[in-house]
């Protein structure tokens, strides 16, 4: 099955800020993915005495790290790639990436935030897709969206990259009958605008949730938007020539 979008998908994603259980990998290919990267860690762990669970530890910095071979290699495979042109078009710059993972009775949520707080068409051209290597489930901790809200004013919302995360009033502004759970299954992804509302509840299930998330964009976004003028070519070119054109991306885990 291609994971090009159909015409409905990406009327969706424009009109309710994000689209779903996309088809990216087999539920193979995504066991097959998972494991290599918890045999990484493992080894990560052991070689390099814990030094991966801090937090200012840039592999994509370390010539000899295996975790970024793994990643630049998953980030570009083609039916990934083909759902983003899907909304994006031809031309894809890599920004950053990340592990997002949520342990066996974690706590703590996420709570309600934006990924911008820009308001201009440049934010248009900037997307996050999470691709999940496990199950995302309600259970364990998984994306909530807030339907629609990527095109509307939220009061007392983010005014800049600094407060992303919503005050007390801007979420009481957000429609509880617009959450939708973004529960899929593994091997399955989806994309959301950077300006989408979006939170994540606690993993009250005894498996870890493990989600592989790439910030993609358009050369039509802005270095200011991109808060980068530094990317990675995922295809096409940069027909904007305002971007540093990197072979690597930065990267980053969360436990």
């Known amino acids: 099955m291609s994971a090009s979008l159909t015409a409905e998908q990406v009327e969706s994603y424009w009109q309710k800020g994000f689209v779903s259980r996309v088809p990216i990998l087999t539920q193979e290919e995504a066991a097959q993915e998972l494991a290599t990267l918890e045999r990484l860690e493992a080894e990560e762990v052991e070689r390099r ?28 495979r083609p039916k990934l790639l083909d759902a983003v042109e899907s909304i994006l ?25 934006v990924d911008t707080a820009e308001q201009g068409p440049a934010a248009d051209w900037i997307a996050t897709m999470w691709l999940g290597l496990s199950s995302s489930t ?8 807030s339907a629609g809200s990527h095109r509307v ?12 995360t919503f005050t007390r009033e801007a979420v009481a502004a957000l429609k509880p009958t617009d959450t939708y759970f973004n529960e899929m299954l593994p091997g399955e992804a989806s994309m959301h605008h950077f ?6 509840g606690p993993n009250r299930s005894p498996i870890r949730r493990t989600g592989f998330v790439v910030r993609f964009m358009s050369p039509k976004c802005t ?16 027909t904007s020539g ?7 991306f930065p990267m980053s885990w969360t436990w």
Do not use: Q
């Open 138 to 145: 309600r259970v364990n901790g998984c994306l909530l969206y």
């Open 49 to 76: 005495g814990g030094v991966w669970d801090k937090r200012d530890f840039r592999p994509w910095e370390e010539e000899d790290h295996p975790l970024f071979a793994w990643a630049n290699a998953l980030v570009r």
């Open 223 to 238: 270095p200011e938007t991109a808060e980068s003028g530094a990317v990675a070519l995922a295809r096409g070119k940069d």
């Open 242 to 248: 305002r971007f540093m054109i990197r072979e690597k």
């Open 195 to 200: 300006r989408i509302a979006h939170a994540s």
């Open 89 to 113: 078009g031809p031309d894809i710059l890599i920004r950053n990436c990340d592990v997002f993972i949520k342990r066996p009775g974690l706590k703590r949520d996420i709570g309600w935030h």
């Open 153 to 164: 004013e939220i009061p007392n919302g983010p005014k800049d990259k600094y407060s992303l």
